[in-house]
């Protein structure tokens, strides 16, 4: 089911990058995974959980390779930050399912999806990474309407993820 409004182009700017790693950068289309309207259950697949990288689509095929394969993350939707508590100010990806006011619980955690990578890099399975958000996370959606009813996004600084590891890259969106 369906709780957010969709990205003027979200669709289109997915589409157009997976064209141009075909296209530009001559990846092959069948090594290119292409999810629309994701859901929190498609993320968790993809990337993995708290406690279950391994089981992730990524871990799985990456670990099958005879050598450590580069991965390559856009992402193209709304973010938001968390609200309260321990987490608040984090950023989270916002799966088409997910209830914006519970976010912490039912959107894609950012700091989960570096941390399930740099374990991947750690285990030697994955080499590289270029992961892009073209996402704004301040809690607005691109019409300038709240995700977030009754916040201010500007009463929540987004915080960024710390990158430690090297041969990454890290890319945000600079705004909504």
Not at 54 to 68: E, I, W
Not at 81 to 94: D, F, H, I, Q
Request: neutral net charge.
């Amino acid at each position: 089911k369906r709780n957010t409004a969709p990205v003027t182009y979200a669709l289109n700017d997915a589409g157009a990058f997976r064209e141009a790693l075909v296209r530009s950068f001559g990846l092959a289309s069948q090594d290119i995974w292409y999810v629309e309207n994701a859901g929190l259950a498609d993320m968790i697949s993809l990337f993995g959980s708290a406690d279950g990288y391994k089981k992730s689509r990524v871990y799985r095929t990456a670990s099958m390779r005879d050598s450590p394969s580069d991965l390559i993350v856009y992402y193209s939707g709304h973010g938001a930050p968390a609200t309260s508590g321990e987490t608040k100010g984090k950023g989270y990806l916002v799966p088409v399912d997910a209830d914006v006011m519970a976010i912490q619980d039912t959107g894609y955690s950012i700091d989960r999806l570096m941390a399930n990578v740099e374990s991947m890099k750690k285990e030697g399975v994955v080499n590289r990474t270029w992961i892009s958000f073209d996402a704004c996370f301040s809690g607005q959606g691109g019409d300038g309407s709240l995700l977030i009813k009754n916040v201010s996004g500007l009463a929540i600084v987004p915080v960024a993820p710390k990158v430690v590891a090297k041969d990454n890259v890290l890319m945000f969106a600079s705004s909504g």
